[in-house]
Each structure stands twice: as structure tokens, then as C-alpha cells.
């Protein structure tokens, strides 16, 4: 079960955070070039929509399973009775109610083509995922300054990640992307990571007051192998920095392939934040 849950939550959080930070990366650097990029958004409008679709069935999977986890029993994952007492009885329930209004919002949104209103439910999708975590331990004014702190730090992830996919797609999809453009995606990389990292860090000085000794601590170890899968994302964008400073077609090549390595060391993360959040902070 407690398995089943985590891969649920690795699946929700990955489709969550490819389609916010590619509608997000799409509106700052697509805007300068509308023209360029519609063929790029026909192209990947089947994809948005099932990927809303399939964020909706993820966000009741995640219902399901922690309906059956509570009860420590598969049967109270179709057991109505139960899930109605999840929803209007737990924290986690109430935060959940509009975490799927917000995913029904993201789905008409592609569905009905509403473009306006695309980035705001998708970053409505992220943030809600925020209070969900660890951060349902704190109460008070401290439960809310650390729940802002995990939605900043689920924010600026899923914008790198997701928006590391966007720029694959501009890179092997089309030809409607000028080198400033490049430019630019790679410095508001640099403050994404920073805010990865530093969000990232708080959280952990709140919930352990230091870092989890990764020999004593599941925890620990899961932490530190997603710090080391971000310091490789961050090497690689400093590498992909480096290669746009030639602006030549071989190196061209080696930015595509540099990409696409980067968001694979992504995907790996998210992995781990899907399992951190099913993981007793301290050493057990």
C-alpha cells in the first residue's frame, strides 16, 4: 500500500510539475514570438490534455490510496463512507477538496483552449500540494510561514522541471528559438535553483534541526542522493551555459543532449520528494 501511495504521488507530482513549468516557460519567453511558437502549442495540445486528464485521475488515485491507507485496508479505497470521511473530517482532506477543484479548473482550461487561465491553476495545482507534506506537523502562525516556504519550494521545482521539458520541445521540435532566448531560460534557471536550494534547506532546518545523518536515517539518505541529483542539474546547467557562449550547430547537439540528461536527473528527484513526503523525518 505504502508503495502504491508513493508512486502515485512520483506520477502526480511529475505531470504536475511538466505542465506548469512549460505553460509557465511558454508565457515569459514565448510571448516575444506568438507567431513562431502556435505551431509548437498545436503540437503539444494533445499532450497538455491528457496530461490534465490524467492529473485529475491522479489526484483521486492519491485520494483512494491514502483512503486505504488511514484505514490500513485496500477495501476503504472504494469504501464511500470512508472517503467522505477523509475529505470533510482530516486536514488532508480539506486542502484536498481544493487541490481537485484546482486540477478540474487546469483540465476545462486545455480542454475548452482557456490560455488565460492556464498558468494560474496550474501554479493553483502545485501550491496546493504544499500543505499536504510534512508541514501538516506545524500549526499556528509557524504552520503557515513553513507551508508558503514548501509551496515556493514546489513552485520553483516543477517551473525548472517542467520547464526544462518545454525547452526540449522547442529544441528538437522547432526551429523558432533564437540563442537570447536561450539565454534568458538560463538565467531564470539559476533562480529557480536558488530557490529550490534555499526553500529546501529551511524546510529541513524545520523539521530536524540539522541535516539527517544519512546512516542512521531513511530519511537522511533519500535527502541527500535529492541533493546530489539537484548539484548534478545545477552542473549541467552551468555546462549548458557554457555551451551557448559558442552558439555553434555541434554544440547546438550538445545542448539538446545536455537537456534531456538534465531532466532525466529531474524526473530522478522528483522521485525522491514523492518518497521524503512518506518518510518520518527523523531517525527511526
Known sequence: MDYALVFCRFVHYAMVFLVFGSVLFRHILGRSEP????????????GY???AC??????????L??????????RAALDLSVIAAVLMETYFGHVWCWHLLCCLGLLLSFVFNLRQFRLPLSAAVVATLAPVGHVAMFSGWEGLALTLNQAVHLLCAGAWFGGLLWLCAVLYLTSSFTWRMLQRF?????????????????????????W????????????????????????????NRSILATRSQ????????????EWCCGLAAVMAVA?????????T
Open 250 to 261: 555541434r554544440q547546438l547537439l550538445m545542448l539538446r543532449r545536455s537537456v534531456v540528461i
Open 212 to 239: 539527517p545523518d544519512p546512516r542512521t536515517s531513511t530519511f537522511g539518505q533519500v535527502l541527500t542522493i535529492k541533493l546530489a541529483l539537484v548539484g548534478c542539474m545545477l552542473l549541467l546547467a552551468i555546462l
Open 49 to 51: 490534455r491528457t496530461l
Open 35 to 46: 507567431i513562431a511558437f502556435s505551431s509548437l502549442d498545436r503540437c503539444l495540445l494533445p
Open 54 to 63: 490524467l492529473i485529475m485521475l491522479g489526484a483521486f488515485a492519491w485520494l
Open 186 to 210: 538560463s538565467y531564470i534557471g539559476y533562480g529557480l535553483v536558488a530557490g529550490v536550494l534555499g526553500t529546501g534547506l529551511l524546510n529541513v532546518w524545520a523539521l530536524t534541526g540539522s
Open 275 to 283: 518518497l521524503l513526503g512518506t518518510l518520518p523525518p527523523m531517525a
Open 65 to 74: 490510496l491514502t483512503a486505504a491507507s488511514l484505514e490500513d485496508d485496500w
